[in-house]
């Protein structure tokens, strides 16, 4: 049965709060180790929560604070000493003629291109944050994928264990067959075959399955899993959304605003380039000791930089280039992800095509053809081929069937991603 509440996110707003609790939480926290049953929404709201990958973000918000820090700061005052009339010839010879000056140098620096610096951090921060949401979104959407495999492998197992148990079955007729004198001992042999075939085909889901439940451990770095199952069902299958809809959801979508941002960040950049065209002055005073007399005098200095020959025009020209390529980027971008989305639309509407033609057509038949099978092989009308060519191809179409709602769901989950969704579709997963 669905379950509204049974959702593993409400939206972006939810990852929004979550990003912003994560800020203060612990940059490290220790792995969980959940057992029983896990669902989706345990899964994602423990990869959310101490998702190895995350925990970089708190350093890296540190760090764009030191920089911000940094940029507010004025250049350093400069202590300097200089020593004139001294080592030459004549009166100057020696240090009997020397005179000393204690100068302190500050540099005038506008305010203009200080806010200019402030600004590029301010904008780099925004950019943080926001690559910040887009990671936590794509650690939603992995662990909706890992989870949909676990869930995958699980029913396979189970269909292979269920294909064990038809080749057991027909070990044990054939035997009885070849007792009575009704068959000869190959069909013994090519029973023994079927069941080392499906045995290995078993033995096969469990070693992935062990894979993938490492896999989704690794999403809330645990390194042994503990959990006892996936808990879901693949079967009940949420409609398609539609692509006008999506569309619209895409264009507000965290990867289409980092254009946003990013736009933001290239014209601070060219702001404290063009302020970074002139130099600031530089005014120095000091006191010096005239040698000769005795006495003390104040000196002073003014430079004013000559912005002749370089205005930072490279710098200026690098940053209005770069400012006017994220419009590029962007439409490069809306086209290549709306081409995607309606691949993505397209497979969710064939997948759920094949699985209910599987499920409602496919399957039913071939239930039926095995037990007319089974029915004519114990009554001597159909041969053993018939009987496992009948089972096989059951078991083919429900392997097929789950491998078909297992993709609609992953789909799913990466239509959710493009357009910035938590996984709500997927609460369809949930028992």
């Not at 669902?39 to 929560?49: E, V």
């Not at 004198?181 to 290995?200: D, F, K, M, P, T």
Request: glycine content about 6%; aromatic content about 4%.
């Amino acid at each position: 049965m669905l379950s509204s509440c049974c959702r593993p996110a409400a939206g972006l707003a939810l990852l929004l709060g979550l990003a912003m609790a994560a800020t203060a939480a612990s940059p490290a926290p220790e792995a969980p180790h959940p057992s029983g049953p896990l669902t989706l929404a345990d899964a994602t709201a423990l990869a959310i929560k101490a998702n190895p990958k995350l925990a970089r973000f708190v350093y890296d918000r540190a760090a764009a604070g030191g920089q911000r820090l940094q940029a507010g700061l004025g250049p350093r005052p400069e202590l300097g000493i200089e020593l004139e009339n001294f080592g030459g010839t004549g009166p100057y010879r020696g240090a009997d003629s020397i005179e000393a000056t204690l100068r302190l140098t500050i540099a005038w620096q506008r305010i203009a291109k200080r806010q200019a610096r402030i600004g590029v951090t301010d904008a780099r921060l925004a950019q943080l944050d926001h690559t910040e949401i887009m990671a936590r979104l794509d650690v939603v959407a992995e662990t909706t994928r890992r989870f949909l495999d676990v869930i995958e492998s699980q029913a396979q197992l189970a269909l292979a264990a269920r294909g064990v148990g038809y080749a057991e079955q027909t070990l044990a007729a054939a035997k009885r067959r070849v007792a009575i004198g009704a068959a000869s001992s190959l069909e013994v042999n090519r029973a023994r075959i079927a069941l080392e075939r499906v045995q290995l085909e078993h033995e096969h889901y469990e070693h992935l399955l062990a894979t993938q439940r490492r896999r989704l451990g690794a999403q809330w770095g645990e390194t042994v899993p503990q959990f006892e199952r996936a808990d879901g069902e693949l079967g009940q299958l949420p409609d398609a959304p539609d692509y006008t809809a999506l569309l619209e959801r895409l264009r507000r979508s965290p990867d289409y605003a980092r254009y946003d941002v990013e736009q933001r960040l290239r014209e601070a950049q060219l702001r404290l380039a063009r302020q970074e065209s002139n130099d600031d002055p530089r005014f120095s005073a000091g006191v010096r000791r005239l040698q000769g007399s005795g006495d003390y005098a104040l000196v002073a200095s003014l430079l004013l930089p000559l912005s002749i020959s370089n205005r930072n025009q490279g710098a200026i020209v690098e940053a209005e280039a770069l400012r006017d390529r994220v419009a590029v980027d962007r439409q490069a971008a809306a086209v290549e992800s709306e081409t995607v989305l309606y691949d993505f639309v397209q497979a969710l509407r064939h997948a759920r095509t094949m699985a209910e033609s599987l499920r409602s057509v496919l399957l039913p038949q071939a239930d039926e053809a095995l037990m007319l099978t089974r029915r004519g092989y114990a009554n001597g009308r159909y041969s053993q081929i018939d009987l496992l060519d009948a089972q096989q191809t059951r078991l083919d179409l429900e392997q097929e069937w789950l491998t078909n709602v297992a993709d609609y769901h992953r789909t799913l989950a990466a239509v959710d991603r493009m357009t910035a969704l938590a996984p709500d579709t997927n609460a369809s997963l949930q028992p």
